[in-house]
C-alpha cells in the first residue's frame, strides 16, 4: 500500500483502481457529459441551502414563489437585489463571492481543452467553473454574476446593462423585456435554451460524470438515467453514496476535489496511450 494523500481524503489502491478505471472510460469514450451539483460548491466554502449547516437550515427557508414575486413587483424584487434584506440572501452572497474554484473545477476545465469533456451541465449558480476556465457551461439554474432578459434570454454582463436605482427594472436592449438575475428563482421556467442545450448534450452521452449531487430534482434527476437506458455509463463522484448510487456504473467515493484531479492524470495517461 502507497497511499498517497491530497487534500483532505486518503486515495488508497482500490479507490485508485476505479479511478483508473474511470479514466480509461474517460478516454475511450465518444461524448463525455458532466454534471455537477452543490457538493462540488461546498468544498469552495459554498453552504449548501438544505441540510446541516444549510443556509435556510440556519435562516429558515424562502418564499417558494420568489418568480411571481419577481413578475408582481419588479422594481420592489430589483431594490432588495440591490440591497438585501434577507439574511440567508446576505450570506449567500457574500460565500458566492469569496468562494474560489477548487482542483474539481480545474480538473474539468482542463478535461474540457483536452477534448475529453464535451459539455458541462451544473446546477450551481457561483460561476466557479467559468472561473476555473471552462469555456462552455449549461448553467440550468443561471449565473448570479449575469442577468437575463426573462422574454428574449439574453444573458447580459453587468457592465451592459445600466442599472439605475431611479428607473428599475433595468429593460433589455434588444426587445425591451424585464430584466432580471440571470439565477432562476422558484417557481420561474429553466430557460428553454439551456434546457434545450442539455437534453441535447444528454443524447449524445456514452458517458456521464455526476459530480457533487445526486441528481434528485428534475431535470437534473433525468439525465443520468437517460445515458443509461441508452446503454451508457454513469460514474458517479460523491463523498457518500446517494440515491443515484444504485444506478450508477460505478461510485468513486471521495470528494470532487481529490477524485476529479486523480481522475485527470488517469484519463490523461489513458489518452497518451491510446494515441501512442
Ligand atoms: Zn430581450
Redesign the pocket.
Known sequence: MSPHSSTDFILDDALDAAIRRAGEWVAEAQFVVALTGAGLSVESGIPPFRGPGGIWTKYGEPPMDGYQRFLRDPRGAWLERLSPKEDWMRALGDAVRAAKPNAGHHAFAELERRGLLAALITQNIDDLHRQAGHRHVLEIHGNHRLLR??????RFDPSEIAVDPERLPPL??????L?KTDVVHFGEPIPPDVLRACFEAVDHADLMIVAGTSATVYPAAEFPFEVLRRGGRVIEVNPEPSELTASATLLLRGPGAGVLSRLLEHAIAAQQEARA
Do not use: F, M
Open positions: 432578459c426573462i422574454e428574449c434570454n439574453a433589455c436592449p434588444h426587445c425591451s423585456g430584466v
